[in-house]
């Protein structure tokens, strides 16, 4: 679909939340989002920081989805694929800056919460403004359209196979890694049927006309 200003607003803001939520998840220590625990796991074997390591594996699931996915592919894609780790990285310099102590429970609690609303809020912007979605989030669409399953099953599959990883490569698995990858699907369609595309019908005529968009079903890459 051709961009349009409520489009291109849902998606920009949509992976600068997403981006700013994994820096949270890094700096308050309760773990991070599945796809970013593997990447960072990576990390600890090649001598790459996260953005670049991010980049690298999405390169490589950027091939799956040009084969097989790539209905799903737009710029959202390609912001996402390339700037997103990047922006995150950017995030988490700026928040070492501001004088607050990571360290108090109470404060890693309250970040721990908005972190969560944000970024599954911000999959819910990105995914329905229908601009091309990450590539390790067609995984789980493809594997749904494919066998007929549930996507939020095939998600939490993907997901896993993505703590496994973590786990072998030494990362840090906490409990926002595991609520992610049990509650991604549910809270993001959530967003979808009460926010997002609402959004989009009241402020996107096109849409609004059309409206035989599917509701995306994906959950975070963040």
Same mark, same amino acid.
């Given at each position: ?6 489009? =291109? *607003?849902?998606? %920009?803001?949509?992976?600068?939340? &997403? @981006? ?7 700096? /308050? $220590? ?82 721990? =919460? *908005?972190?969560? %609303?944000?970024?599954?809020?911000? &999959? @819910? ?7 091309? /979605? $990450? ?88």
């Amino acid at each position: 679909m051709r961009p349009n200003k409520i489009t =291109l *607003i849902m998606m %920009i803001l949509g992976i600068t939340l &997403i @981006s700013f939520s994994v820096a949270i998840f890094r700096i /308050i $220590a309760f773990g991070t989002d599945p796809y970013s625990a593997m990447n960072l796991g990576f990390t600890n074997i090649f001598p790459l920081s996260y953005g670049t390591m991010q980049l690298a594996v999405n390169l490589v699931l950027l091939l799956f989805q040009l084969r097989f996915a790539k209905k799903t592919m737009g710029v959202g894609s390609f912001i996402n694929l390339i700037l997103l780790a990047y922006m995150s990285d950017s995030f988490l310099y700026v928040l070492k800056t501001v004088p607050i102590n990571y360290e108090l429970l109470e404060i890693r609690i309250l970040l721990l =919460l *908005i972190s969560l %609303i944000c970024l599954t809020f911000a &999959i @819910s912007l990105y995914t329905i403004s229908d601009l091309g /979605i $990450a590539p390790y989030d067609c995984l789980s669409v493809f594997m749904s359209e494919k066998w007929g399953i549930k996507y939020h099953w095939c998600r939490i599959m993907t997901d896993s196979t993505c703590i496994a990883f973590a786990f072998m490569l030494d990362s840090e698995i906490g409990i926002i890694t595991l609520f992610l990858a049990l509650c991604t699907g549910p809270f993001v369609s959530y967003f979808n049927k009460n926010v997002s595309i609402p959004l989009r019908l009241r402020y996107d005529g096109i849409y609004r006309a059309a409206h035989t968009i599917i509701q995306p079903k994906i959950g975070g890459g963040a």
